[in-house]
């Protein structure tokens, strides 16, 4: 029985060991402090040269893009807290809740709330937009969801209005601006085309400043 | 490969100053989200456009004006209409990843308010902000944001807001930068769309003087 107590520490140790340091995705415990300067990322032009230890910006990217917090004194990448991806932070954001960081503690009123459920989709809108050289059909939905307490109540509610654009690669927008306003037939309300009172640009009729318009 | 436009000081100043009565989000506005959205039959999506009046060249400019630039993950968003009922933004929890200038807790989340967001009024009519020529903030997607300080300046939202509501979000998404200004002649767009994250970073940190320690 000794010797299981010692043979299943070492299997831990070796295990660690042949694994290395954990990845950045893991949670680390609070102030765990991770040099990622030497870890390789895309390469970039050598643009820094204030930033020494970390000349390419490629050691802050890969920090940011994991979820870290950078020090550019320093070069050093630090996961904080007990919730490094945020998720813990952001349910108690979107429930109303206090958020305690040290902690990673939600303190959430009594009712022990549902998740939130969709109870309603309203759906209105529909408008064109010209995106990188196609034209996007778009229709928006006002969607409210709602969480319930246990015993039925509304805890909390919201709505978001909801756009979903689909296109069929008709093309649109063409070159852009450089014309400036003449006739050419392809664009589209909503973009940077002619102002004021386009036939095609409802929403420009009030402002039109640099040939972009404004409502009222 | 980023090319310097250089604007003559006296001419920002001068659009600065023409800008001014323009830059307050949505105050020329004069009846609430509520009335508009009963006058117009019960449902109201305004396609909000952002004054253009102040177009920054390029990052040195924009990280000039603002008093806080930060890298941050959008957690969540809430909508909130301002007190006068007349604009919406859309109050975004941001953990604070790098701070580029000003101060902010590192590794804390702060509030980032944008012009966006829904509501239902308890009469039932709708109302939807939509900004127009600018990509909605997403929750779990990393942004830079180029910000006025809240505590700074008197304000009618509760997060920091934005130092230009067109060039002041971009995001950084597979390493390389995504401006939410989607108006392809703007110079913002045209310089940094597609560039590397890093090379974009390092450029914004080449634009704000070093602190002393």
Known sequence: ?216 | MSQKIKFPGFAVALLLMIASSFLAMGQQVKSTLNDRAKKAGGKLVWRYRAPRSVIYPNVEELAKRSDLILVGKALAHRSNLRADGKFMTNDFLVRVQGVLKGDAPVGESTLISIPGGARKFADGSFAALLPANFKAAEDGRVYVFFLEDKKKKASPYLGHMLVSETQGLFEIRDGKVEPADSVDSDPVVQKYRGMGAANFLAQIRLAVPKKKK
């Open chain 1, 1 to 216: 029985m000794k010797r299981v107590f010692i043979l299943v520490p070492l299997i831990v140790l070796v295990i660690w060991l042949v694994n290395g340091a954990p990845t950045s995705r893991r949670s680390q415990p609070k102030d765990a402090v991770l040099p990622v300067a030497e870890t390789t990322a895309a390469a970039e032009p050598v643009s820094d040269p204030c930033n020494p230890c970390d000349p390419d910006g490629s050691g802050e990217l890969t920090c940011l893009i994991t979820g870290g917090v950078w020090n550019s004194d320093t070069c050093y990448c630090y996961y904080p807290s007990c919730d490094p991806s945020g998720l813990l932070e952001s349910q108690c954001f979107v429930t109303g809740g206090v958020w305690h960081p040290e902690s990673c503690y939600c303190e959430v009123p009594s009712c022990n709330p549902s998740a939130p459920v969709v109870t309603s989709r309203v759906p209105y809108g529909h408008w064109t937009e010209c995106h990188n050289g196609y034209l996007w059909e778009c229709d928006g939905s006002f969607v409210t969801y709602t969480m319930f307490c246990q015993n039925g109540s509304v805890f909390y509610q919201w709505t978001e209005y909801n756009p979903v654009c689909t296109n069929d690669y008709t093309t649109c927008g063409g070159g852009g601006g450089g014309g400036g306003g003449g006739g050419g037939g392809d664009c589209w309300y909503d973009l940077d085309c002619w102002c004021p009172n386009h036939g095609d640009d409802p929403d420009c009729e009030d402002y039109c400043w640099w040939n972009y318009c404004q409502l009222e």
